[in-house]
T-cell receptor, first 119, second 111 residues
Framework: EAEVAQSPRYKITEKSQAVAFWCDPI?????LYWYRQILGQGPELLVQ????????DSQLPKDRFSAERLKGVDSTLKIQPAELGDSAMYLC?????????????????FGPGTRLTVL | QKEVEQDPGPLSVPEGAIVSLNCTYS??????FMWYRQYSRKGPELLMY????GNKEDGRFTAQVDKSSKYISLFIRDSQPSDSATYLC???????????FGKGTHLIIQP
C-alpha cells in the first residue's frame, strides 16, 4: 500500500541551529501539505503545494521557515534558526486534489511525522 | 475562540460501551467534515468523512453532522481496547483545501 514517507522520524537540535525535514508523497498526488502539531493540539496547516507551486503559506512563519517542492514531487521544510517553541511533530500529507478534478473531496493521507525537539 | 472546539479528555470507558465524541465549530463555510484517528507517535489516519449535514455509518462507526447547530459527532459502538487513541475532528470549506483540526480527544477503552 502506498504511503507518505518522511525523514527523519526524530530530530533533536539546539536553538539557533538549522533543521530540515523531507517528505515523499504518494506517487501521483499533486497536492502536498505540511502541518505542525504541538503536543496536545491538533495539526495546523503551514503550507500547501499544488505541484511545485505554493498555494497557501499564510500560516508559515516566513522569517525562519521555508518550504520547497522543486520538481513537484518530494518536498523539504526548513527551519533556520530553530527556537524552543518550534518543538512539535511536523506532518506531511498528500492528496489527489487538483483544480477541476472530478469529485469534491480528496482524502489527505498523512505520513508518520518528524518529531522535533529544540533544546 | 478557535474555529473548532473539541474536548481533549481523556475519556475513559469500559470495553463494549458506546462512545460519543463531539466537536463544535464557528465557520459556516465548512462543508466537509472528517474524523481522524491518531495513535501515539503516528500520523493521523482518516476514519470517516461527511459532506454537509447528515449521517454516515461504517461498521462500528457513525458520523453525524448538524450544520444548523455547527455540531459534529462520532459514535463508536462495541468499543474495543484497540480503539484507544486520539480522535481528531477536521473540517474544510470556503474554497480552502487545508484542514482545520480540533485539539483531539484522547480515548481510553478499558478491557
Amino acid at each position: 500500500e502506498a504511503e507518505v514517507a518522511q525523514s527523519p522520524r526524530y530530530k533533536i537540535t539546539e536553538k539557533s541551529q538549522a533543521v530540515a525535514f523531507w517528505c515523499d508523497p504518494i506517487s501521483g498526488h499533486a497536492t502536498l501539505y505540511w502541518y505542525r502539531q504541538i503536543l496536545g493540539q491538533g495539526p495546523e496547516l503551514l503550507v500547501q503545494f499544488q505541484d511545485e507551486s505554493v498555494v497557501d503559506d499564510s500560516q508559515l512563519p516566513k522569517d525562519r521557515f521555508s518550504a520547497e517542492r522543486l520538481k513537484g514531487v518530494d518536498s523539504t521544510l526548513k527551519i533556520q534558526p530553530a527556537e524552543l517553541g518550534d518543538s512539535a511533530m511536523y506532518l506531511c500529507a498528500s492528496s489527489l486534489a487538483r483544480p477541476g478534478l472530478a469529485g469534491p473531496y480528496n482524502e489527505q493521507f498523512f505520513g508518520p511525522g518528524t518529531r522535533l525537539t529544540v533544546l | 475562540q478557535k474555529e473548532v472546539e473539541q474536548d481533549p479528555g481523556p475519556l475513559s470507558v469500559p470495553e463494549g460501551a458506546i462512545v460519543s465524541l463531539n466537536c463544535t465549530y464557528s465557520n459556516s463555510a465548512f462543508q466537509y467534515f472528517m474524523w481522524y484517528r491518531q495513535y501515539s507517535r503516528k500520523g493521523p489516519e482518516l476514519l470517516m468523512y461527511t459532506y454537509s449535514s447528515g449521517n454516515k455509518e461504517d461498521g462500528r462507526f457513525t458520523a453525524q453532522v448538524d450544520k444548523s447547530s455547527k455540531y459534529i459527532s462520532l459514535f463508536i459502538r462495541d468499543s474495543q481496547p484497540s480503539d484507544s487513541a486520539t480522535y481528531l475532528c477536521a473540517m474544510r470549506g470556503g474554497g480552502a483545501d487545508g484542514l482545520t483540526f480540533g485539539k483531539g480527544t484522547h480515548l481510553i477503552i478499558q478491557p
